[in-house]
């Protein structure tokens, strides 16, 4: 920690800060390790900080959220309406995804959780410090789980998804394009839609489309609807999601898997907010915010001439990375508790929780599949408990996982598929080890589900149970090559 600019600070021209707080204790602790550097005036409740404000205009105000009276995020609006130049910091000890936000949309400079590391606050105030010192020098120029909810929540108090809770309350009330970057699972929509959620076109239509569920000769009639007779089967006209979306926010996920023609499409749109209806002569101009997601590198896109230069840097405005589970294991626990309790809910059971084994074996796990994956796994924990408490061969994983996942797929989609697959594989390769006759169980699966649809990899998808973009990369990874398919093309 960089000391030099309290000292500099020191002095006749000595900034000011507001620490507002109920707690005296906090008040007397924020106070001694501040008074040395900074005139420091104190509040007990929002009522008096804002008396302090109008009196003092204090350079920084240091408040916390939970107080008697009115609470931080109410005072935050009142003292930005007063002084839109405020830099406030909020302190919590509630970390949940709802503070953050809304503190950084009313335009909290930051916050911080309770209990805080000395070093991490004097870093906040030292930057807040140097920030406020710029906006008030003249610019001139020569010639930033509430468990109780039944709705869906965004879980985590690990670095990354704290950086995330920022950003979405700093982008979410403009009309910024969002470009969510992530691994199939780690929660891209919710994240989007905590952006809508948060913005001010809240009260106007959301519409997810997922852009690799859709055909993409069908894609297009779904984006920007059809007039009848624009092609066969078109027997009326049709409204697209984007007249539908007007006003509203629309979320394209899987956004690197449209084809080239819709994508040139897409870019007139974000360029000049108009578009025809397919087979149609009218221009319609909309006014809609777009977050878009993908599970892919985009850049690699681009230099495969897969995805449109000029359309990347129009959608890559604001990027927001999704960490990987695996990334941010320490959110495991509030993850499971939000999960079990979820399911407890929807399915009437009455888990208790999971053993400290259990908890040791899914916090050592990979977790390939990210949040999905251990939604799912919980779920199926939560099934299979016979008492209070989920143990360690309830939680399905990897090979095991995979292995139950195909034993259904051999009794609802395959027919027996999976059963002479296995039996051919033992017989030819007996000694074969465990992964690897996992990963074969799995190619053979997919080339025989793209036998099964002639190529066709929407319907071999969904025979899967999996998206696909999910198939295109397992495709990639097992080097099953699309030329020697009968092409998806030639059978939508």
Same mark, same amino acid.
């Given at each position: 920690?960089?000391?030099?600019?309290?000292?500099?600070?020191?002095?006749?021209?000595?900034?000011?800060?507001?620490?507002?707080?109920?707690?005296?204790?906090?008040?007397?602790?924020?106070?001694?390790?501040?008074? /040395?550097?900074?005139?420091?005036?104190?509040?007990?409740?929002?009522?008096?900080?804002?008396?302090?404000?109008?009196?003092?205009?204090?350079?920084?105000?240091?408040? /916390?959220?939970?107080?008697?009276?009115?609470?931080?995020?109410?005072?935050?609006?009142?003292?930005?309406?007063?002084?839109?130049?405020?830099?406030?910091?909020?302190?919590?000890?509630?970390?949940?995804?709802?503070?953050?936000?809304?503190?950084?949309?009313?335009?909290?400079?930051?916050?911080?959780?309770?209990?805080?590391?000395?070093?991490?606050?004097?870093?906040?105030?030292?930057?807040?410090?140097?920030?406020?010192?710029?906006?008030?020098?003249?610019?001139?120029?020569?010639?930033?789980?509430?468990?109780?909810?039944?709705?869906?929540?965004?879980?985590?108090?690990?670095?990354?998804?704290?950086?995330?809770?920022?950003?979405?309350?700093? +982008?979410?009330?403009?009309?910024?394009?969002?470009?969510?970057?992530?691994?199939?699972?780690?929660?891209?929509?919710?994240?989007?839609?905590?952006?809508?959620?948060?913005?001010?076109?809240?009260?106007?239509?959301?519409?997810?489309?997922?852009?690799?569920?859709?055909?993409?000769?069908?894609?297009?009639?779904?984006?920007?609807?059809?007039?009848?007779?624009?092609?066969?089967?078109?027997?009326?006209?049709?409204?697209?999601?984007?007249?539908?979306?007007?006003?509203?926010?629309?979320?394209?996920?899987?956004?690197?898997?449209?084809?080239?023609?819709?994508?040139?499409?897409?870019?007139?749109?974000?360029?000049?907010?108009?578009?025809?209806?397919?087979?149609?002569?009218?221009?319609?101009?909309? /006014?809609?915010?777009?977050?878009?997601?993908?599970?892919? %590198?985009?850049?690699?896109?681009?230099?495969?001439?897969?995805?449109?230069?000029?359309?990347?840097?129009?959608?890559?405005?604001?990027?927001?990375?999704?960490?990987?589970?695996?990334?941010?294991?320490?959110?495991?626990?509030?993850?499971?508790?939000?999960?079990?309790?979820?399911?407890?809910?929807?399915?009437?059971?009455?888990?208790?929780?999971?053993?400290?084994?259990?908890?040791?074996?899914?916090?050592?796990?990979?977790?390939?599949?990210?949040?999905?994956?251990?939604?799912?796994?919980?779920?199926?924990? +939560?099934?299979?408990?016979?008492?209070?408490?989920?143990? %360690?061969?309830?939680?399905?994983?990897?090979?095991?996982?995979?292995?139950?996942?195909?034993? +259904?797929?051999?009794?609802?989609?395959?027919?027996?598929?999976?059963?002479?697959?296995?039996?051919?594989?033992?017989?030819?390769?007996?000694?074969?080890?465990?992964? /690897?006759?996992?990963?074969?169980?799995?190619?053979?699966?997919?080339?025989?589900?793209?036998?099964?649809?002639?190529?066709?990899?929407?319907?071999?998808?969904?025979?899967?149970?999996?998206?696909?973009?999910?198939?295109?990369?397992?495709?990639?990874?097992?080097?099953?090559?699309?030329?020697?398919?009968?092409?998806?093309?030639?059978?939508?």
């Amino acid at each position: 920690m960089n000391h030099h600019l309290f000292i500099v600070l020191k002095g006749a021209n000595m900034q000011t800060i507001l620490i507002v707080d109920d707690d005296k204790s906090i008040r007397y602790s924020l106070k001694r390790m501040l008074e /040395d550097h900074f005139s420091i005036l104190t509040a007990q409740n929002g009522e008096e900080a804002l008396s302090r404000m109008k009196e003092s205009s204090p350079d920084l105000i240091i408040m /916390d959220i939970k107080m008697p009276g009115r609470n931080g995020i109410d005072v935050l609006k009142e003292m930005k309406f007063l002084d839109p130049k405020s830099l406030i910091i909020l302190m919590t000890a509630y970390g949940t995804t709802e503070t953050a936000i809304e503190a950084m949309k009313f335009g909290a400079f930051d916050y911080i959780l309770k209990p805080f590391p000395i070093p991490q606050m004097k870093e906040l105030v030292q930057k807040a410090i140097a920030l406020r010192k710029l906006m008030k020098e003249e610019v001139s120029y020569a010639s930033e789980p509430d468990q109780q909810k039944e709705e869906e929540q965004i879980i985590g108090s690990a670095p990354k998804m704290q950086e995330i809770y920022k950003v979405i309350g700093q +982008v979410a009330p403009s009309d910024v394009t969002v470009l969510l970057r992530g691994e199939s699972g780690t929660g891209k929509e919710l994240v989007a839609r905590a952006i809508y959620h948060y913005s001010l076109r809240s009260s106007y239509p959301f519409l997810p489309v997922n852009c690799a569920a859709i055909p993409d000769t069908l894609l297009e009639s779904e984006l920007f609807g059809h007039e009848k007779g624009a092609f066969t089967g078109a027997i009326s006209r049709r409204i697209g999601k984007l007249e539908q979306c007007q006003g509203g926010t629309i979320f394209l996920d899987e956004i690197g898997d449209m084809s080239l023609s819709t994508q040139a499409k897409l870019l007139r749109i974000l360029q000049e907010k108009t578009f025809e209806r397919l087979g149609g002569r009218e221009t319609l101009r909309v /006014d809609i915010r777009f977050i878009v997601a993908t599970n892919k %590198d985009l850049e690699e896109a681009m230099v495969r001439g897969e995805f449109r230069e000029d359309l990347y840097y129009r959608l890559n405005v604001v990027s927001i990375k999704i960490p990987p589970l695996r990334e941010r294991k320490e959110d495991i626990p509030n993850l499971t508790s939000y999960f079990l309790k979820k399911f407890n809910r929807d399915l009437k059971r009455k888990v208790a929780g999971i053993t400290p084994s259990a908890m040791g074996k899914i916090t050592s796990y990979g977790w390939p599949g990210n949040v999905r994956q251990l939604e799912n796994v919980l779920k199926r924990a +939560v099934l299979l408990c016979q008492g209070e408490w989920i143990l %360690d061969d309830q939680l399905l994983l990897d090979v095991e996982e995979r292995r139950e996942a195909a034993e +259904v797929l051999k009794g609802k989609t395959f027919e027996g598929l999976l059963d002479s697959l296995f039996m051919e594989l033992t017989e030819t390769s007996p000694d074969r080890e465990g992964l /690897d006759m996992v990963s074969a169980i799995e190619k053979g699966l997919i080339l025989r589900a793209l036998q099964k649809t002639n190529g066709n990899q929407v319907q071999a998808a969904s025979l899967l149970g999996i998206n696909r973009g999910t198939l295109r990369s397992k495709m990639e990874r097992y080097h099953i090559r699309k030329e020697v398919l009968v092409s998806e093309e030639d059978n939508e």
